[in-house]
T-cell receptor
Framework: KAGVTQTPRYLIKTRGQQVTLSCSPISGHRSVSWYQQTPGQGLQFLFEYFSETQRNKGNFPGRFSGRQFSNSRSEMNVSTLELGDSALYLC??????????FGPGTRLLVL | GEDVEQSLFLSVREGDSSVINCTYTDSSSTYLYWYKQEPGAGLQLLTYIFSNMDMKQDQRLTVLLNKKDKHLSLRIADTQTGDSAIYFCAESSLRGGYNKLIFGAGTRLAVHP
């Protein structure tokens, strides 16, 4: 079974722009979560989607948003990019309560 | 509150055992996890333990859970150079709806010959 895939793997944007990241979960997994990883803050939960509904949200500003499609693929969007948004964005999918499987991440650099 | 703490660095000799420690504060934590991250990569799930267990063994990996002290450890037997990576401890809880993982800062394991 293919793992979690994320596109693109690398992105360079400038301040003020917006960006959309994509995540395809493992086949059959209906839950998709997003995390931000930075050297300063570590790994932080952004939000989780299940059956196209956001079920949980972390402490991030409204510039960070997401959605999930009927095929469970998910996108996250960051508007009005700031330098501090430079990070590795990780997507994880799961089917049961106990395990989350992560993709390789999208590395975003904001200049 | 929710907090997970780990020591930041561990250096071991190849062939020795490594023990990575983690403490957490959320008494409602139900599942505790160990993830491995190699340079430039995502997180690889190594193992997890349910809070009603004391120990779980999976090949070279042994997880010990002391629920009273809220202490979790990961022992890697016969550590190899390929085990060099950052290891993250994480917990999920009923309070978080199980879908939100709280991570520690990660322990960088360096394996030297």
């Amino acid at each position: 079974k293919a793992g979690v895939t994320q596109t693109p793997r690398y992105l360079i944007k400038t301040r003020g722009q917006q960006v959309t990241l994509s995540c395809s979960p493992i086949s059959g997994h209906r839950s998709v979560s997003w995390y931000q990883q930075t050297p300063g803050q570590g790994l932080q939960f952004l939000f989780e989607y299940f059956s196209e509904t956001q079920r949980n949200k972390g402490n991030f500003p409204g510039r960070f948003s997401g959605r999930q499609f009927s095929n469970s693929r998910s996108e996250m969007n960051v508007s009005t990019l700031e330098l501090g948004d430079s990070a590795l964005y990780l997507c994880a999918s799961r089917t049961g309560v106990e395990t989350q499987y992560f993709g390789p991440g999208t590395r975003l650099l904001v200049l | 509150g929710e907090d997970v703490e780990q020591s930041l660095f561990l250096s071991v000799r190849e062939g020795d055992s490594s023990v990575i420690n983690c403490t957490y504060t959320d008494s409602s934590s139900t599942y505790l996890y160990w993830y491995k991250q190699e340079p430039g990569a995502g997180l690889q799930l190594l193992t997890y333990i349910f809070s009603n267990m004391d120990m779980k063994q999976d090949q070279r990996l042994t997880v010990l859970l002391n629920k009273k002290d809220k202490h979790l450890s990961l022992r890697i037997a016969d550590t190899q150079t390929g085990d060099s990576a950052i290891y993250f401890c994480a917990e999920s809880s009923l309070r978080g709806g199980y879908n939100k993982l709280i991570f520690g800062a990660g322990t960088r394991l360096a394996v030297h010959p």
